[in-house]
């Protein structure tokens, strides 16, 4: 019998609704259900908090960063770039949907001493400033470029954005799945009115690209169960490749690859 679904974190008025478009629900959802921070978090953004299942065992802390693009450093923006929608006028203020990460090193023995690198996840002594994997220094890098964060989806004033990062259990989050947080994505781009919303998919599963793995069992991608199809894709890939490669893979006879495993030793 299959296990029902995990609730899925949410705002108290749960039947709450807007209406118009997106700039202005935006903006209620900002007035009418956030705390404002009493600062800018960096130069032209300005962070809003609201929390999700309060009281319950899937209680998370959502942060809505509104970032103004003539205060900010990043005025164009690079997934508008890559999924093709460079024509679009760059808009004066864009809004970013995040869940922080709830990993706690000190809950690790095996990571006493250490620090993950916000950047490229990777762990580093907690003296270093500079990551050796990466070369970056984190601390010195605006929080909206983190790949730590459990959620995060940024929607441009126009109401076309891209969903940069989904990180469920496997990822290090504490209480959320994968589903879960994509439920809140979810439902809040239903509840904003978003128009238009990219992700580019690299997600993995075991060390193996899931974009691949996830066609093979399920017919379409992990994404695609929630309605994301191919967009654009590299080095002269198209949609028709993309379907014909899946097809291949889901049809590939298993004996095969069992053959190719046969005689390994466990664990060696």
């Known amino acids: 019998m299959a296990e029902a679904p995990e609730p899925i974190p ?3 008025k749960d039947a709450l609704a807007y209406y118009a478009p997106f700039r202005d629900n935006v903006r209620q959802l900002i007035k009418n259900e956030t705390e404002p921070d009493d600062y800018y978090v960096e130069g032209g953004v300005l962070g809003h908090t609201v ?3 309060a009281g319950t065992a899937y209680e998370a802390t959502l942060r809505v960063y509104e970032e103004t693009m003539l205060e ?7 997934c508008c770039r890559c999924i093709g929608w460079h024509h679009h006028p760059v808009t004066r203020k864009q809004y970013h949907f995040i869940i922080h990460t709830d990993f706690r090193v000190d809950l690790k023995p095996e990571l006493k001493g250490k620090r993950i690198c916000q ?12 990551c050796a994997a990466c070369g970056e220094n984190d601390s010195e890098t605006s929080i909206l470029d983190y790949q730590t964060h459990l959620m995060h989806g940024m929607l441009h004033a ?19 799945s994968g589903q879960q947080l994509m439920g809140i994505w979810e439902k809040i781009c239903n509840l904003l009115r978003a128009r238009e919303v990219s992700v580019e998919d690299v997600s993995q ?19 695609g169960t929630y309605g994301y199809a191919f967009g654009k894709g590299s080095f002269g890939n198209t949609a028709a ?11 590939f006879p298993l004996e095969s690859i069992r053959d190719d495993f046969a005689g390994m030793v466990v664990g060696a």
């Open 158 to 176: 126009n109401g076309c954005g891209h969903l940069k990062r989904i990180n469920g259990r496997e990822a290090g989050s504490r209480k959320l």
């Open 119 to 130: 950047l490229c996840t990777a762990a580093l002594d907690a003296r270093e400033k500079v």
């Open 10 to 12: 949410w705002l108290s």
């Open 72 to 78: 900010s450093t990043r005025v164009h923006c690079d």
């Open 51 to 53: 929390t999700l299942a």
């Open 241 to 251: 490749s993309h379907c014909n490669a899946a097809e291949r893979l889901r049809g």
């Open 205 to 223: 599963k075991y060390g193996v690209e899931f974009r691949l793995l996830n066609p093979v069992a399920c017919g379409q991608t992990w994404y």
